[in-house]
C-alpha cells in the first residue's frame, strides 16, 4: 500500500514538472541564444528528466531538488548538448573560447607546436570517439592536421568552424593559368575528413558548389544592421554604398531592411590591391555614407571611396566590413582617411588594430557561430539566423 502510494506521488511530481520545468529553463538559462524549435525542445524529454528527482519519497524534498538543478543552469546547457567537443587552433583562440562560453562548455585540449623544420604538430590531448567535434580555426594547415587527427581517432563528425575562409578572393579562372585556389581548399578539407563546414560572409557565394559536403554560410548582416541602429543616430537619413559592383545585392539587402536608399562605386582595377579609378552611380549629398563590403585588405578601396563620397556631398563616412584583413598600409591609410570609424566583426583578431587605429570598432560574431554550433549539433535549422541575432 505505501509502495503504491509512494509510486503515485512520484509520477504526480513528474507529470507537474514536466512544463513547469520547460517554462521555467527556457526563463533562466543563461545562454542567450534564439528561440528554440518547439517541437525539438518539448520533444526533449531526456533533457527534462535529467532535472526530475526520482530517488525521494518526500514531495518536499523532491521540489527542492529541481528546484536546486534549475538553479544551475550551465550545467544543464551541458546535459543538452552531450557528446561534443570544440577545439580551437592558433589562429583566433579568444572567438573560440567566447563560443564555448556561449554554449556553457570547456574548451577540448589540443596542443599545437612547431618541429624543427616549422612542420606542424597537433596532439589532441583527450578521447573524440563518437563525439560531435568543431573546429575553430582559419589557419589552414593547422586546421587540415586538427581534421584528420580527430576523424582517425573515431569522431563522430568533425565540423570546421573558419570564420574567415582562406582563398576565398581565387574562386575563379578570370585570367590565363590562374588557379581555382578555393576549389583546390575545399578539396583539402573534404579529404582530410571534414563533414561540415560553418563559414561567415563567403567572399564568392558560390565557392559552397565547390564542397559535397554541408557548408552554413553565416551572415554578418544582423548584427551590421543592429550596430548601424544602435550606433549611427542619422541613420535614417543614410545611404549605403557598395565601394564594388560585386557587392550590390548586399548593400541592396540592407538598404531594404533599414528603408534607405544604396549607391553603387564603379571601380577598375589595374592589377590587384590597386585601383586605377572609380565612379559613383547614386545620389549622396546630404546624407550619411554607409560603405558595406565583406573584406578590405590594404584598405586602398574603401579610402578612395570615402574620398569619392565627401566630395559628391556625404556628410559623414562609415566604414562596416566583415572580414578586416588590414595587412601592409591598411592601418597608416585609415588613420589618415576621414571615416567616422571602420567596423569590423571579429572573424579575424583585432585586437591590435584597434590599439594602432583608435578609429576601428568591433562588433563580436560568436554568438552568430555558437548558435549555429548549437543548432547543428541537434539537429535543428541554421535559417534564422540569416536574419537575425541570437542574443
Given at each position: 500500500?505505501?509502495l503504491?502510494?509512494?509510486?503515485?506521488?512520484?509520477?504526480?511530481?513528474?507529470?507537474?514538472?514536466?512544463?513547469?520545468?520547460?517554462?521555467?529553463?527556457?526563463m533562466?538559462?543563461?545562454?542567450?541564444s534564439a528561440?528554440?524549435?518547439?517541437?525539438?525542445?518539448?520533444?526533449?524529454?531526456?533533457?527534462?528528466f535529467?532535472?526530475?528527482?526520482?530517488l525521494?519519497?518526500?514531495p518536499?524534498r523532491?521540489?527542492?531538488?529541481?528546484?536546486?538543478?534549475?538553479?544551475?543552469?550551465?550545467?544543464?546547457?551541458?546535459?543538452?548538448?552531450?557528446?561534443?567537443?570544440?577545439?580551437?587552433?592558433?589562429?583566433?583562440?579568444?572567438?573560440?573560447?567566447?563560443?564555448?562560453?556561449?554554449?556553457?562548455?570547456?574548451?577540448?585540449?589540443?596542443?599545437?607546436?612547431?618541429?624543427?623544420?616549422?612542420?606542424?604538430?597537433?596532439?589532441?590531448?583527450?578521447?573524440?570517439?563518437?563525439?560531435?567535434?568543431?573546429?575553430?580555426?582559419?589557419?589552414?594547415?593547422?586546421?587540415?592536421?586538427?581534421i584528420?587527427?580527430?576523424?582517425?581517432?573515431?569522431?563522430?563528425?568533425?565540423?570546421?568552424?573558419?570564420p574567415?575562409?582562406?582563398?576565398?578572393?581565387?574562386?575563379?579562372k578570370d585570367?590565363?593559368?590562374?588557379?581555382?585556389?578555393?576549389k583546390l581548399v575545399?578539396?583539402?578539407?573534404?579529404?582530410a575528413?571534414?563533414?561540415?563546414i560553418?563559414?561567415?560572409?563567403?567572399?564568392?557565394?558560390?565557392?559552397?558548389?565547390?564542397?559535397?559536403?554541408?557548408?552554413?554560410?553565416?551572415?554578418?548582416?544582423?548584427?551590421?544592421?543592429k550596430?548601424?541602429?544602435?550606433?549611427?543616430?542619422?541613420?535614417?537619413?543614410?545611404?549605403?554604398?557598395?565601394?564594388d559592383?560585386?557587392?550590390?545585392?548586399?548593400?541592396t539587402?540592407?538598404?531594404?531592411?533599414?528603408?534607405?536608399?544604396f549607391?553603387?562605386?564603379?571601380?577598375?582595377?589595374?592589377k590587384?590591391?590597386?585601383?586605377?579609378?572609380?565612379?559613383?552611380?547614386?545620389?549622396?549629398?546630404?546624407?550619411?555614407?554607409?560603405?558595406?563590403?565583406?573584406?578590405?585588405?590594404t584598405?586602398?578601396?574603401?579610402?578612395?571611396?570615402?574620398?569619392k563620397?565627401?566630395?559628391?556631398?556625404?556628410?559623414?563616412?562609415?566604414?562596416?566590413?566583415?572580414?578586416?584583413?588590414?595587412?601592409?598600409?591598411?592601418?597608416?591609410?585609415?588613420?589618415?582617411?576621414?571615416?567616422?570609424?571602420?567596423?569590423?566583426?571579429n572573424t579575424?583578431?583585432?585586437?591590435?588594430?584597434?590599439?594602432?587605429?583608435?578609429?576601428?570598432?568591433?562588433?563580436?560574431?560568436?554568438?552568430?557561430?555558437a548558435?549555429?554550433?548549437?543548432?547543428?549539433?541537434?539537429?535543428?535549422?541554421?535559417?534564422y539566423?540569416?536574419?537575425?541575432?541570437?542574443?
Amino acid at each position: 500500500m505505501y509502495l503504491s502510494q509512494l509510486i503515485s506521488c512520484q509520477l504526480a511530481l513528474g507529470v507537474g514538472y514536466i512544463f513547469h520545468s520547460l517554462k521555467y529553463l527556457h526563463m533562466r538559462t543563461t545562454y542567450h541564444s534564439a528561440p528554440f524549435e518547439t517541437n525539438r525542445f518539448i520533444g526533449s524529454f531526456s533533457y527534462v528528466f535529467l532535472v526530475m528527482p526520482v530517488l525521494s519519497a518526500d514531495p518536499v524534498r523532491a521540489k527542492t531538488l529541481v528546484r536546486a538543478n534549475l538553479e544551475k543552469p550551465s550545467s544543464v546547457l551541458q546535459s543538452r548538448m552531450p557528446n561534443i567537443k570544440i577545439f580551437s587552433g592558433t589562429s583566433h583562440p579568444d572567438l573560440a573560447q567566447r563560443i564555448v562560453d556561449r554554449l556553457g562548455i570547456d574548451l577540448g585540449k589540443v596542443v599545437t607546436k612547431k618541429f624543427s623544420n616549422l612542420e606542424t604538430c597537433v596532439e589532441i590531448g583527450e578521447s573524440v570517439r563518437g563525439e560531435d567535434v568543431g573546429e575553430v580555426n582559419d589557419n589552414l594547415m593547422e586546421l587540415l592536421i586538427m581534421i584528420n587527427a580527430c576523424k582517425i581517432a573515431s569522431a563522430s563528425r568533425v565540423t570546421a568552424v573558419i570564420p574567415c575562409f582562406p582563398y576565398a578572393r581565387q574562386d575563379k579562372k578570370d585570367k590565363s593559368r590562374a588557379p581555382i585556389s578555393a576549389k583546390l581548399v575545399a578539396n583539402m578539407l573534404s579529404v582530410a575528413g571534414a563533414d561540415h563546414i560553418i563559414t561567415m560572409d563567403l567572399h564568392a557565394s558560390q565557392i559552397q558548389g565547390f564542397f559535397d559536403i554541408p557548408v552554413d554560410n553565416l551572415y554578418a548582416e544582423p548584427a551590421v544592421l543592429k550596430w548601424i541602429r544602435e550606433n549611427i543616430v542619422e541613420w535614417r537619413n543614410s545611404i549605403i554604398v557598395s565601394p564594388d559592383a560585386g557587392g550590390a545585392k548586399r548593400v541592396t539587402s540592407i538598404a531594404d531592411r533599414l528603408n534607405v536608399e544604396f549607391a553603387l562605386i564603379h571601380k577598375e582595377r589595374k592589377k590587384a590591391n590597386e585601383v586605377a579609378s572609380m565612379v559613383l552611380v547614386g545620389d549622396v549629398k546630404d546624407r550619411v555614407a554607409i560603405l558595406v563590403d565583406d573584406m578590405a585588405d590594404t584598405c586602398g578601396t574603401i579610402c578612395h571611396a570615402a574620398e569619392k563620397l565627401l566630395e559628391a556631398g556625404a556628410t559623414k563616412v562609415y566604414a562596416i566590413l566583415t572580414h578586416g584583413i588590414f595587412s601592409g598600409p591598411a592601418i597608416s591609410r585609415i588613420n589618415n582617411a576621414c571615416f567616422e570609424a571602420v567596423v569590423v566583426t571579429n572573424t579575424i583578431p583585432q585586437e591590435q588594430h584597434m590599439k594602432d587605429c583608435p578609429r576601428i570598432q568591433c562588433i563580436d560574431v560568436s554568438m552568430m557561430f555558437a548558435e549555429a554550433v548549437r543548432r547543428t549539433h541537434n539537429g535543428e535549422s541554421v535559417s534564422y539566423l540569416f536574419s537575425n541575432v541570437p542574443y
